[in-house]
């Protein structure tokens, strides 16, 4: 079974929507986590990895290790060929 992808992300956040946009043209599923900017639950993500802006993407659970970053580094290892291996 593959682990989960979780994406923490905005109503109002653009990247987040072609995030989301593109992983499900790539037939992934994915755990969103809705936040609003200046939230305690986005200060409690921002604490774990150190990033301050959505949407932010893991292979699995939230913590810095599963981190992958934004939709920048997501379509960078899609088009390199990363992705599935990432997150593996």
């Known amino acids: ?3 989960m992808i979780r994406i923490v992300s905005s ?6 929507s072609a995030a989301k946009q593109l992983l499900d043209s790539l037939g ?8 609003e900017m200046r939230s305690p639950e986005l200060a409690e993500i921002i604490k774990i990895t150190g990033q301050t802006t959505v949407p932010q993407i893991f292979s ?4 810095r290790e599963n981190l992958i970053w934004g ?6 290892l899609q088009n ?3 992705l599935e291996e990432t997150l593996k």
Not at 71 to 76: A, H, K
């Open 1 to 3: 079974m593959r682990d």
């Open 11 to 16: 109503d109002t956040c653009p990247y987040c």
């Open 28 to 35: 992934y599923e994915y755990i969103e986590k809705k936040v």
């Open 60 to 63: 699995w659970e939230i913590s």
């Open 71 to 76: 939709y920048t580094e997501l379509v960078y």
């Open 80 to 82: 390199n060929g990363k």
